[in-house]
């Protein structure tokens, strides 16, 4: 297939390394760019034969298949429509959105125009991810009964993230949207979210929207999914993850601390890791930037969907979930209430309800905990079914 890339900034890059060094057979052909000179300069870069700053021209240009959107948030609606009057395929950027009316507006244009809707959410790729993720799905750590996600870094690069109006909020609607996604996952997509309470405040930045959020959704089983999203952290880019569950945990620490630490007293000037704020003293690298960050994986999934005619792990029906999950965010950091999510359209299950589930000792008592102690002796704790007595035993 042939690729048209909407955007030549940060991420385009990011997308265009992993589009050159993963597949192959999928080429980039075309870039579009506001600035003529950007366009150009991204062409020479990636050996395109095709640049312009006319996007309905590189959409439209005979020998593209698929159009990915890198571009600013408040971009995605109108070159998404022009993908749609095309007829090609459709990869963007998270999020899906500023607010969840325009995310729906998006997914009913794709499935209207018979095209894929690819949501470009990284993070739910990366290696660490995907290998914890069936770890959860085939039970390793029991019942998921919490799901906690972290981003946070100095900040943006680009002047528009800055800007409400074009971004459609602050940190919550940048590093929110991959947080939420994570731990949709890790709960189970088909689980819906029922209502959100979430504190916000600008703590450092001069600006209208929020750099710094903590928020609690609440889905229809009980379960808790937990994002910690901040633009006021110092020392890098810090993405972690944490699963509880009945029978175990998982923790992921994903980029600040990677395996790979070097000292320098800054004499080199090499590029280090995205958000690094320093190029001296202990510094945390990373290998392979592209992979660890979800994003070859991101592609590959994307590409043979399209091939297999299947949806992708990540579509425009999830960003327009996360984006109501956003919204409720929103509105709850300003009533400072639990507010419920509002989805027009819910295509998981209905049947879920919160519940309990107490692992039975024997015919008479629930098992409430089994330890060994410091002196090497094995403990019951058990509470009887009937007369709620809690009772130690011997083992």
């Not at 589009?19 to 075309?30: E, M």
């Not at 991810?129 to 750590?141: E, M, P, Q, R, Y």
């Not at 295509?347 to 024997?362: C, K, Q, V, W």
Request: net charge negative; hydrophobic share 40%; charged share 25%.
């Amino acid at each position: 297939m042939k690729i048209a890339m909407l955007g030549s900034g940060f991420i385009a890059r990011f997308y265009a390394d992993s589009l050159a060094a993963q597949r192959r057979k999928d080429t980039l052909h075309s870039v579009y760019s506001r600035s003529s000179e950007r366009a150009e300069k991204f062409a020479k870069d990636y050996g395109l034969p095709h640049h312009s700053n006319n996007m309905a021209e590189v959409i439209e240009h005979p020998e593209v298949d698929v159009v990915v959107i890198a571009l600013s948030n408040d971009l995605h609606l109108a070159a998404i429509e022009a993908c749609a009057k095309a007829g090609k395929h459709v990869l963007c950027t998270k999020p899906l959105g500023r607010t969840g009316e325009e995310a729906k507006k998006m997914m009913e244009l794709v499935e209207k125009a018979g095209i894929m809707g690819g949501y470009l959410e990284d993070l739910c790729y990366t290696p660490k991810f995907l290998k914890s993720l069936n770890s959860v799905k085939a039970g390793s750590i029991g019942r998921v009964l919490w799901a906690k996600s972290r981003e946070t870094h100095p900040g943006p690069h680009s002047d528009w993230f800055w800007n409400i109006e074009q971004s459609g909020g602050g940190a919550i609607v940048d590093l929110g949207c991959h947080c939420i996604e994570i731990s949709r996952n890790f709960i189970g997509k088909d689980v819906k979210p029922v209502e959100v309470m979430c504190w916000a405040a600008t703590q450092v930045h001069p600006i209208a929207a929020e750099d710094h959020a903590i928020g609690l959704v609440k889905y229809a089983n009980g379960v808790i999914g937990q994002f910690e999203v901040s633009w006021c952290f110092r020392g890098g880019m810090d993405l972690r993850d944490e699963v509880m569950g009945s029978e175990g945990t998982i923790w992921l620490n994903n980029f600040l601390r990677t395996g790979f630490e070097m000292f320098t007293t800054g004499k080199g000037t090499n590029y280090v890791a995205e958000k690094a704020e320093s190029i001296s003293g202990w510094l945390f690298p990373v290998g392979d930037e592209v992979h660890e960050l979800g994003y070859s994986h991101m592609f590959t999934d994307m590409f043979e969907s399209i091939e297999q005619k299947r949806e992708p792990l990540e579509s425009f029906y999830d960003g327009y979930v996360v984006n109501c999950i956003i919204d409720a965010a929103y509105k709850s950091a300003k009533s400072r209430n639990w507010e419920p999510v509002q989805l027009d359209v819910w295509r998981g299950r209905t049947d879920i309800t919160e519940g309990h589930a107490f692992t039975s000792y024997d015919d008479d008592y629930y098992l409430i905990k089994e330890e060994i102690l410091p002196n090497g002796e094995k403990k019951l704790i058990l509470k009887h079914k009937t007369t709620g007595e809690v009772v130690r035993r011997d083992l």
